[in-house]
């Protein structure tokens, strides 16, 4: 799948398609469709993804992600499966307590063209600063909604029959649905839901907080989940990211400004948007501040490309500990004793110092779920529902059955040999059931690996007490 195809997924509705029975129709379309491709092209043009007009193919794939995308609503308001009416837009309602609203307010006509002529010269002049189609695609993602707010254009909802979520909310939705949907339209089989998940972090905010740096453990946490979940991102797309949301995520922007020379002009967009919400004292915080919890989903393409989470875990905590060893000096004299003690213990430690556990389950193994689901819908319904609405429910279903197992610390690699360097003289046994523990643990005395005991301690005789091994 082309970024050219995800741009599409991103733009296939105009961010004020509410509007459009009002007359609100700043670029002369027929159809809000035709209005979509016009306002795709003012965006894209000039840009390395072109403003060209989505081919049969493109179309096909992208209309159903948008059906696959769109909240249950679509289906439930009319027996026939697509509701053919229209509501005027009035406010937008918190789904969990409908007595939190927002009303729509949007511009009088006559100011309408102005704002959408500048937030199309603002996505335009990011997006034209891209290298490639994936940049591209990136600068596009970083900044459409953030350009929206940024002219003064209201928050306006998806549907207006039930105006739960935002039009940009189904935009960046059927944007994700995307990995999942074959060039048929199809759900694809191999397609995957991924959990990554930091067990016990707790303790390394504990950690944190007997040293002295309250913050210091949850931005460990928070760096560790987000360098895992980016070397997906890099590879398919910000999108593939469902939890936590990289919209509005200082950790994106910050990333993209360290990759690319637009990402400067995409994180100055941010901030300036985020002062607008927040105010500039609250603002300048977001930097410095963990928001990326312990836990994250993805969708992906592949199952296959699950199979590499640990890995991927790996290699960010890899780059954590050469940025912070990289960063340390600026704390105080590269020659202090507190820097030797702190770079020594960095130094040594195991690869993986953090646990993690991963689980994943594909569209294939959820999809008998999903059927049930719909059947037993369809049958208090009264008509026929595509099992592919339930498909989202029916991965997670089916995911968090599976055992999540975690994959500890691993202070030795699978040959035995210890990933650290020993602060002790005497030797160790690794365990026969997994070589990344210890199998024993000696309290006053010590075992050689050909059963030898020496003397540590008063108690000469002490027996070892044994992990793993004959239980």
Same mark, same amino acid.
């Given at each position: 799948?082309?970024?050219?195809?995800?741009?599409?997924?991103?733009?296939?509705?105009?961010?004020?398609?509410?509007?459009?029975?009002?007359?609100?129709?700043?670029?002369?379309?027929?159809?809000?469709?035709?209005?979509?491709?016009?306002?795709?092209?003012?965006?894209?043009?000039?840009?390395?993804?072109?403003?060209?007009? /989505?081919?049969?193919?493109?179309?096909?794939?992208?209309?159903?992600?948008?059906?696959?995308?769109?909240?249950?609503?679509?289906?439930?308001?009319?027996? $026939?499966?697509?509701?053919?009416?229209?509501?005027?837009?009035? +406010?937008?309602?918190?789904?969990?307590?409908?007595? *939190?609203?927002?009303?729509? $307010?949007?511009?009088?006509?006559?100011?309408?063209?102005?704002?959408? +002529?500048?937030?199309?010269?603002? !996505?335009?002049?990011?997006?034209?600063?891209?290298? @490639? +189609?994936? $940049?591209?695609?990136?600068?596009?993602?970083?900044?459409?909604?953030?350009?929206?707010?940024?002219?003064?254009?209201?928050?306006?909802?998806?549907?207006?029959?039930? =105006?739960?979520?935002?039009?940009?909310?189904?935009?960046?939705?059927?944007?994700?649905?995307?990995?999942?949907?074959?060039?048929?339209?199809?759900?694809?089989? @191999?397609?995957?839901?991924?959990?990554?998940?930091?067990?016990?972090?707790?303790?390394?905010?504990?950690?944190?907080?007997?040293?002295?740096?309250?913050?210091?453990?949850?931005?460990?946490?928070?760096?560790?989940?987000?360098?895992?979940?980016?070397?997906?991102?890099?590879? &398919?797309?910000?999108?593939?990211?469902?939890?936590?949301?990289?919209?509005?995520?200082?950790?994106?922007?910050?990333?993209?400004?360290?990759?690319?020379?637009?990402? $400067?002009?995409?994180?100055?967009? *941010?901030?300036?948007?985020?002062?607008?919400?927040?105010?500039?004292? !609250?603002?300048?915080?977001?930097?410095?501040?963990?928001?990326?919890?312990?836990?994250? *989903?993805?969708?992906? =393409?592949?199952?296959?490309?699950?199979?590499?989470?640990?890995? &991927?875990?790996?290699?960010?905590?890899?780059?954590?500990?050469?940025?912070?060893?990289?960063?340390?000096?600026?704390?105080?004299? %590269?020659?202090?004793?507190?820097?030797?003690?702190?770079?020594?213990?960095?130094?040594?430690?195991?690869?993986?110092?953090? #646990?993690?556990?991963?689980?994943?389950?594909?569209?294939?193994?959820?999809?008998?779920?999903?059927?049930?689901?719909?059947? +037993? !819908?369809?049958?208090?319904?009264?008509?026929?529902?595509?099992?592919?609405?339930?498909?989202?429910?029916?991965?997670?279903?089916?995911?968090?059955?599976?055992?999540?197992? #975690?994959?500890?610390?691993?202070?030795?690699?699978?040959?035995?040999? /210890?990933?650290? !360097?020993?602060?002790?003289?005497?030797?160790?046994?690794?365990?026969?059931?997994? =070589?990344?523990?210890?199998?024993?643990?000696?309290?006053?005395?010590?075992? %050689?690996?050909?059963?030898?005991?020496?003397?540590?301690?008063?108690?000469?005789?002490?027996? /070892?007490?044994?992990?793993?091994?004959?239980?």
């Amino acid at each position: 799948m082309g970024w050219f195809d995800k741009a599409w997924a991103l733009l296939h509705d105009p961010p004020y398609k509410a509007l459009w029975p009002l007359g609100y129709k700043p670029l002369g379309g027929k159809t809000h469709e035709e209005e979509a491709k016009r306002l795709m092209a003012a965006l894209l043009g000039g840009t390395k993804l072109g403003g060209g007009a /989505p081919d049969e193919r493109t179309s096909r794939i992208v209309a159903a992600a948008d059906r696959l995308a769109s909240s249950f609503d679509r289906w439930a308001l009319s027996t $026939e499966g697509e509701a053919k009416y229209w509501v005027k837009p009035a +406010e937008l309602v918190n789904p969990f307590n409908p007595a *939190y609203a927002a009303r729509v $307010e949007p511009p009088p006509p006559e100011q309408f063209g102005g704002r959408i +002529e500048s937030f199309v010269k603002n !996505v335009n002049r990011v997006v034209r600063e891209a290298g @490639d +189609e994936k $940049e591209a695609y990136f600068a596009l993602y970083a900044v459409y909604e953030l350009a929206w707010i940024e002219a003064g254009l209201p928050a306006l909802p998806a549907d207006t029959r039930v =105006p739960t979520h935002t039009i940009f909310d189904h935009l960046y939705a059927t944007a994700s649905v995307m990995n999942w949907v074959g060039d048929g339209g199809e759900p694809r089989g @191999d397609a995957c839901l991924l959990e990554i998940d930091i067990p016990g972090i707790q303790k390394v905010i504990s950690s944190a907080r007997k040293a002295g740096d309250y913050r210091a453990g949850s931005m460990l946490v928070s760096l560790a989940i987000w360098g895992t979940a980016w070397r997906y991102m890099d590879k &398919h797309g910000p999108d593939v990211l469902l939890s936590p949301s990289p919209r509005f995520n200082p950790f994106l922007y910050l990333q993209l400004r360290r990759l690319y020379g637009w990402g $400067e002009s995409a994180l100055r967009l *941010y901030r300036k948007v985020a002062g607008m919400a927040l105010g500039a004292d !609250v603002a300048a915080l977001l930097d410095k501040t963990p928001l990326v919890p312990g836990t994250a *989903y993805l969708a992906l =393409p592949s199952c296959s490309d699950a199979e590499r989470a640990v890995e &991927h875990f790996e290699d960010a905590l890899d780059e954590i500990r050469a940025m912070v060893l990289g960063e340390l000096p600026l704390a105080g004299s %590269t020659t202090g004793d507190v820097l030797k003690i702190a770079k020594a213990a960095l130094e040594v430690a195991p690869r993986r110092y953090l #646990p993690v556990r991963v689980r994943y389950a594909s569209i294939s193994e959820a999809w008998g779920a999903a059927e049930e689901a719909a059947r +037993e !819908v369809s049958r208090e319904a009264g008509f026929e529902v595509d099992p592919a609405r339930f498909i989202f429910w029916a991965l997670m279903k089916v995911l968090k059955e599976k055992p999540a197992v #975690p994959h500890p610390v691993a202070w030795f690699d699978k040959g035995g040999a /210890p990933r650290f !360097v020993k602060r002790y003289g005497g030797p160790w046994i690794y365990s026969s059931l997994d =070589p990344d523990q210890p199998a024993v643990l000696k309290l006053s005395g010590v075992v %050689t690996p050909q059963g030898g005991q020496g003397r540590l301690g008063p108690d000469r005789g002490a027996e /070892p007490r044994r992990v793993g091994q004959g239980l």
